[in-house]
């Protein structure tokens, strides 16, 4: 009757042991450490790089406890580990000068941060600690206002380049195009002209509001765009420039990074885990912005190269090999434009090649400007921190429609995927700056840390008292499978690599005294049984499989409202609702099956059982 059979002991059993395996990593804490990382998109981290760190640690007689080199897709990472933070610093300090000699234009970035400090046979098993967060954990806070008026510019400026194209096409003569504040102003010779130029801009960009005016003798229309259109333009560059955020964060490797839209025209950065705001702030300010303008390799513009100078309406810039190219200022295209680009090889001579993929636009676009310049050479600019560099600059062999580009020549197989690699990472849509950044210390993030510690600790002693007391065995029973839930848990929460934040203890405390309840139901239910004159083996089994229907609906209800808060909260409020459902299932688990394996391991051997320690039975008086 009290008797499992073999499989749900063994299903305990497995639980149990996955529990402190998964739960064991978080016990360990950890480590102080140095974290190197590539401060330019066109500079890759390889294992080269941490023979490079050991030595330099060598030479400084600088101890540490392990490091290694991560492979997070193209992107590469170095973390070393140390003993305390006293080395951590010295060692920053040594790396940073030896592997950034010129501090104005840094090559690496090197952060302080904090690994988990568990053995490397519990990571071999995929066990892995929580992920803390920002409370809990310290590290930067940072508010960030999007300059939405910049992105209305660049929009502006796209659509000058577009309706020349387009005025071009249709073999409209025109005197000017040009941007005015946040308008765009066309000016004519003649009325048919003008009138030619609103119909076909009224069809080929309904975004624009056209209106007409005279400027002295000139007719001008003027377009600007409509409230939906400029509505559309802010949401997407805060998208965008969210994504690019996370392109980039994500390279440095930094743990469970929260970044997410804050009102109409701001984003919120939390990096746990990074103590270093300078570097943090460096981490942000490493966007990239992609433009494709045109080379001009003229005699004209080669003699002035060769003197040093730089004629009117060019720009000089250097090519990844150091050598200087002239371009033009106009931009044909910019990132915004590129939907894919992937490495590859010629069709014909099966060279290392990199295909990009433009969208609608910038197909047009570049039809057009490759149909008019062939045989020149068309520059791929990628702008970090201000600075600019041509990845490559090839020469266009002929018209190329459709929005599939091919980038080849003498390119490696590594060097096509690494210039993907630049031209997918993405550009920020609209410039943004910091108003608002706050640091919370490793040491605050430990008080928190313990304090939630203590407040669940004291609270499960609480119980296992009362229930001790309470029930006598049935109470030790009881608090076994109370620990049995914080265990699972836990590892849950290992296994999911979910955040913890404060919240989250909140919930863990939350969950033992609801977690509780199912347990006092069962006990109840075996002295009510018990009171009616049950045998005590068969008052066990009844009161397991009578209390059942209870703990089902009460925990029900109480998912339902957890449920909800998971799906319309969000921020601490999600954190609290995702552990609060994943106690409640464990409680139900530990409390239902759990409880009743020990009880029946215990009693269920006995054959004649008078009596059963579940304490004070009170019968009724007749």
């Known amino acids: 009757m009290n008797r499992y059979p073999i499989w749900k002991y063994l299903t305990v059993l497995v639980a149990v042991v996955i529990g402190l395996l998964y739960t064991l990593p978080n016990l360990y804490g950890e480590s102080p450490a140095v974290q190197i990382s590539s401060a330019k998109a066109t500079l890759k981290i390889d294992p080269a790089t941490l023979d490079r760190v050991q030595g330099i640690l ?8 392990g490091a290694s080199f991560e492979q997070n897709g193209p992107v590469g990472t170095v973390r070393v580990r140390f003993a305390n933070t006293d080395t951590q610093i010295q060692a920053r300090d040594v790396i940073e000068k030896s592997l950034n000699p010129n501090a104005a234009d840094s090559t690496y970035t090197v952060a302080l941060n904090l690994l988990p400090a568990s053995p490397s046979w519990l990571s071999a098993l995929g066990a892995h600690p929580m992920y803390l967060g920002l409370d809990l954990r310290g590290g930067v806070h940072f508010l960030l206002q999007v300059d939405m008026q910049g992105a209305l510019t660049a929009r502006y400026d796209s659509i000058v380049t577009d309706l020349r194209a387009a005025m071009r096409d249709q073999k409209i003569e025109q005197t000017g195009i040009d941007r005015s504040g946040m308008s765009v102003v066309v000016s004519f010779n003649s009325e048919a002209m003008r009138d030619r130029a609103v119909a076909a801009l009224r069809t080929r960009n309904p975004d624009l509001q056209i209106a007409e005016r005279m400027d002295g003798v000139k007719l001008q229309i003027v377009g600007t765009l409509s409230q939906s259109a400029i509505t559309a333009v802010q949401a997407n560059a805060l998208k965008q420039n969210i994504t690019t955020l996370h392109n980039r964060i994500n390279e440095l490797g930094v743990a469970e990074p929260v970044i997410q839209q804050q009102g109409a025209d701001r984003i919120v950065v939390q990096l746990p885990g990074v103590q270093d705001v300078a570097k943090a702030k460096d ?10 303008r045109m080379v001009d390799d ?30 033009r200022r106009q931009v044909v295209l910019t990132g915004e434009n590129l939907q894919d680009a992937q490495a590859g090889r010629d069709n014909q001579s099966q060279q290392a090649a990199v295909h990009l993929t433009l969208d609608a636009k910038g197909a047009r676009i570049f039809r057009d400007v490759t149909r008019d310049n062939v045989g020149k050479r068309m520059a791929i600019l990628l702008f970090e921190k201000g600075r600019g560099e041509v990845v490559t600059a090839p020469v266009i062999r002929g018209e190329i429609p459709g929005g599939q580009v091919q980038i080849s020549g003498s390119m490696t197989a590594e060097e096509a995927a690494d210039t993907a690699l630049l031209l997918r990472a993405g550009s920020l849509a609209a410039p943004m700056e910091i108003i608002e950044e706050r640091t919370i210390g490793p040491s605050l993030g430990a008080d928190n840390i313990a304090k939630g510690f203590n407040s669940t600790l004291y609270g499960f002693v609480a119980i296992a008292i009362f229930m001790l007391v309470y029930y006598h065995l049935f109470g030790v029973f009881s608090t076994i499978g109370l620990a049995l839930n914080v265990l699972l848990l836990l590892a849950i929460l290992s296994m999911l690599q979910a955040t913890l934040t404060l919240p989250g203890i909140a919930a863990i405390a939350l969950t033992l005294g609801m977690a509780i309840d199912a347990n006092v139901l069962i006990n109840e239910r075996i002295r009510e049984e018990l009171r009616n004159g049950e045998a005590p083996q068969q008052a066990i089994a009844l009161g397991f499989d009578r209390a059942w229907g209870t703990i089902l609906d009460s925990n029900l209800t109480t998912l339902i409202v957890g449920v909800a808060l998971l799906v319309f909260g969000s921020g601490a409020v999600r954190g609290f609702a995702v552990v609060h459902c994943l106690g409640i299932l464990t409680s139900m688990f530990s409390s239902v099956v759990g409880v ?17 320690s579940i304490g004070t039975v009170w019968k009724p008086k007749d």
């Open 298 to 327: 003229s005699p004209t513009a080669s003699s002035a190269l060769a003197a040093g100078t730089v004629p009117f309406g060019l720009e000089r810039y250097q090519d990844r090999d150091g050598r200087p190219i002239l371009v």
């Open 58 to 65: 060598r030479q400084a007689n600088i101890a540490n406890t």
């Open 596 to 612: 009743r394996a020990l009880a029946n391991l215990w009693y269920g051997r006995k054959k004649k059982l008078q009596s059963i």
């Open 283 to 292: 981490i942000l300010g490493r966007t990239a912005t992609l433009e494709i």
